[in-house]
């Protein structure tokens, strides 16, 4: 599959749109690990190769382990997430499956005994920004291989 054109460029109002609701999602207040695995979830579920090249870079790049990548798709049979990520992902899979889930009323409440209503609503805008973004991504065949990451380790909390 050959690349189709560049959206981003085809659309440099579009893709401000898109760059905005991106920055609004990273600095949302929500872990920035946790995001990027959000990232990581929905891109798998997805198939975008852009997005899962891009989105792994950027969580080892802030310290996420190797091991925790690799076992994402399997996360739920594993013990390397905490209850706040794993609410996380489960709530990722049923936004970016909202046509087969419904976001199912048990889900909801379980991901809200880990989130505020603000950090729900917030986790709920970065699902369906990279929802869209994978969509641009497949729809055009963006191809995956040259990003590079610019993030920087997290600090350690004192």
Not at 8 to 19: D, E, L, N
Not at 28 to 52: F, P
Not at 136 to 152: E, K, W
Request: charged share 20%; aromatic share 8%.
């Amino acid at each position: 599959m050959g690349h189709r054109l560049n959206p981003f460029t085809a659309s440099a109002k579009g893709y401000q749109a898109m760059a905005a609701l991106q920055t609004f999602a990273d600095s949302c207040g929500l872990e920035r690990t946790l995001l990027e695995l959000v990232k990581m979830r929905a891109s798998q579920i997805n198939g975008c190769a852009y997005c899962l090249d891009m989105h792994s870079k950027d969580a080892r790049a802030l310290g996420e382990t190797e091991q925790r990548l690799y076992a994402l798709n399997a996360w739920q049979e594993t013990p390397f997430y905490s209850e706040r990520e794993r609410a996380a992902l489960e709530w990722t899979e049923a936004i970016t499956l909202v046509s087969e889930t419904h976001a199912p009323e048990d889900v909801y409440e379980r991901v809200a005994k880990q989130f505020s209503a603000e950090e729900l609503a917030n986790l709920t805008v970065a699902i369906v920004t990279i929802n869209g973004w994978n969509r641009l991504c497949i729809g055009f065949r963006v191809v995956p291989g040259a990003y590079q990451s610019n993030l920087q380790p997290l600090k350690a909390s004192a």
